[in-house]
């Protein structure tokens, strides 16, 4: 079975966020532990697991996500490296439906060779920052908001980019903050720069200290700085030392997340599933 590397939110290799994907050709996953043990092997911050479904149905392509210890409600990065894997061999192109644990997300290939990624918007509600997130952290926040059911995380506005840019944090102390990460964010130091806001993703709760880009934290961070920025449309830097852009449209109760991917690594599985 074909596995791929792809690096996802950049245009370039060895940047952005990787992910392994891998089609199967059957009509159903495997069990659980089975595709967790893959995730555990390949050891990135995602592993997709797609599908093909019958047609006429709501979507096109079952999808799921691990981590190396866990499997996950929604993953963005996964989710645009799954659909570059599908446009670059052939096996569908355009939109693309997949049937998630967060319901039916689209892809959309466009003929730049980036992708938009349809995902629900992350409820947002400020809540007092919880007793030892900026011990944890190593700064005081400005404004700290739930995420919602839908993301598990906490955003926290940080008072500037070089604070962000700058965090060493307790990734142990960071566990009992929030239900699945912690992301921290600012404005853009420079809005002529290239990006509106920068934003870094920590996830000790689910095995990754510092994730590279994160998507599925985007569908919060749009309407937090479109709120502030008085825009729809932004573009969000995620300041890992990879480092990704993820363009953001606020679509009301859905956010349009655009990037760029390219495959990097193409092998075997030869342990099978």
Known sequence: MKIRIVDAFTDRPFAGNPAAVLVLESDRFPAPDRLQRVAAEVNLSETAFAHPLPPGGDADWALRWFTPTTEVDLC????????????????????????????????????????????????????????????????????????????GDLLVELADETAVRTLSPDFAALVACSRRGVVVTAAATDPAGGYDFVSRGFFPRIGIDEDPVTGSAHTALAPFWSARLGRRDLTGLQASARSGLVRTSLRGERTWLTGEAVTVVEGELLAGL
Do not use: I, K, N, Y
Request: net charge negative; proline share 8%; hydrophobic share 40%.
């Open 76 to 151: 963005g990065h996964a989710t645009l490296a799954t659909a570059h894997v599908l446009r670059t061999t052939g096996a569908a192109d355009g939109t693309v439906r997949f049937a998630s644990r967060s319901g039916v997300l689209r892809t959309t290939a466009h003929q730049d060779g980036s992708l938009t990624l349809d995902f629900p918007t992350a409820p947002l509600t400020a809540v007092p920052a919880p007793p030892g997130l900026a011990e944890a952290l190593g700064a005081a926040p400005r404004s700290v908001h739930d995420t919602g059911e839908s993301v």
